[in-house]
């Protein structure tokens, strides 16, 4: 599959997965395409994430498209799930998956990192116009 300017799979900055591996070690990448994936095991659009419990040390980074639909399904899974993110604490994702507004901090199981700096993703030269967040979805 040829990345491109009309799809937003974006392939995650290598120092960015490295050092999150180092810290998590991780055993899958769940939204991957074969040019892109940084694990062995890997799922695509062709062999979905969807049809699997996601029950170990995982790695996301979503189509930002379909954020939502990544999101409430990471909330059911029962392992550790990385997910990369664009920062913008104003979406309904945000505020359903990440943020409990009652208690004025994260939901329970949830950890956010806001890492200094824009990254670059994929063969791009420039830099998104958003900053990145790193949820961490800890049933274990």
């Known amino acids: 599959m040829n990345m491109s300017q009309r799809t937003d799979e974006r392939a995650t900055p290598q120092i960015l997965f490295d050092e999150l591996n180092n810290e998590f070690h991780f055993e899958i990448d769940l939204a991957a395409n074969h040019e892109n994936a940084l694990l062995p095991l890997y799922y695509t659009k062709e062999n979905s994430a969807f049809d699997y419990f996601w029950n170990t040390n995982s790695f996301l980074n979503p189509p930002y498209s379909e954020l939502y639909n990544w999101l409430e399904y990471a909330s059911k899974q029962r392992g550790l799930i990385v997910v990369i993110l664009p920062?913008?604490?104003?979406?309904?994702?945000?505020?359903?998956?990440?943020?409990?507004?009652?208690?004025?901090?994260?939901?329970?199981?949830?950890?956010?990192?806001?890492?200094?700096?824009?990254?670059?993703?994929?063969?791009?030269?420039?830099?998104?116009?958003?900053?990145?967040?790193?949820?961490?979805?800890?049933?274990?």
């Open 87 to 140: 920062c913008d604490t104003s979406t309904k994702w945000f505020h359903d998956f990440l943020w409990d507004k009652t208690k004025h901090t994260t939901r329970k199981g949830i950890q956010l990192r806001f890492p200094k700096g824009r990254f670059k993703f994929g063969k791009y030269t420039t830099s998104p116009k958003f900053a990145t967040i790193i949820a961490i979805f800890n049933s274990k």
